[in-house]
Each structure stands twice: as structure tokens, then as C-alpha cells.
């Protein structure tokens, strides 16, 4: 299994930018898919972006344009940079691997079901 620590987190004010990262070791990291996920208090877990092994890359609508995933193979670290960032960003965000078969879309759906992950980093946008 991977292990996942996330960072970057902080306060910022809306319209700020993040890069929040999320540093994988123990198994080989570079054969993970990653995806970013957030949950809002008294809100459920959801997804922001996925990216797969493939570098196929996937946002959810809440992200596109503004939030921006990749991959360091070096670091074995996903980031996730963030920008226009608005009040109702503000969650603790996760990041989450697994060996995924399937599109990165379904694997961002499904991210539930993804068997390792992190402890969170919060995020918190001031208006």
C-alpha cells in the first residue's frame, strides 16, 4: 500500500491561490492513480480532479479553469494548484490512490472506493 501525506494548506482570501501537495511513499508511487477530493463541513466527501498513470486528467465542474493537477515522478508528488479560489473552496482536501482500472472520470466518481489515503490538509478561503 501507498502512503499519502498531504500539505499546503492554509488561509487565503478569495481570489487567492493554494498549491497544495500530496507526497506518496512505500509502494512505487508512479504506477498510483491519484485524485484530490474535499470535504466542506457538514457536507460530503467529493471529488475535484484525478489523474491516472495514463495522465489522463479529470475535473470535476467546481475545479475546471480555476484548480490544475500534475504529477512530479521525481518527488513521487501529485500537486494541486489552486486559483480564483472562492469561499465555498474552503474543505479539508484529501488525497487518495489506488491501481485503478477504469476511466479517470469513474475513478473520481468512485473515489470512495479507493484504498489509501491521506489525512487531509485544510483549506480555508476568507471572504
Known amino acids: 500500500q501507498v502512503q499519502l501525506v498531504e500539505s499546503g494548506g492554509g488561509l487565503v482570501q478569495a481570489g487567492g491561490s493554494l498549491r497544495l501537495s500530496c507526497a506518496a511513499s512505500?509502494?512505487?508511487?508512479?504506477?498510483?492513480?491519484i485524485g484530490w477530493f474535499r470535504q466542506a463541513p457538514g457536507k460530503d466527501r467529493e471529488a475535484v480532479s484525478c489523474?491516472?498513470?495514463?495522465?489522463?486528467?479529470y475535473y470535476e465542474d467546481s475545479a475546471k479553469g480555476r484548480f490544475t493537477i500534475s504529477k512530479d515522478n521525481d518527488k513521487s508528488t501529485v500537486y494541486l494548484e489552486m486559483s480564483s479560489l472562492k469561499t465555498e473552496d474552503t474543505a479539508v482536501y484529501y488525497c487518495?490512490?489506488?491501481?485503478?482500472?477504469?476511466?479517470?472520470?469513474?475513478?473520481?466518481?468512485?473515489?470512495?472506493?479507493?484504498?489509501?489515503w491521506g489525512r487531509g490538509t485544510q483549506v480555508t478561503v476568507s471572504s
Open positions: 487518495a490512490a489506488d491501481q485503478w482500472r477504469g476511466s479517470v472520470q469513474a475513478m473520481c466518481e468512485k473515489g470512495y472506493t479507493l484504498r489509501s
Open positions: 512505500g509502494a512505487t508511487a508512479d504506477h498510483y492513480d
Open positions: 489523474l491516472t498513470t495514463d495522465v489522463s486528467i
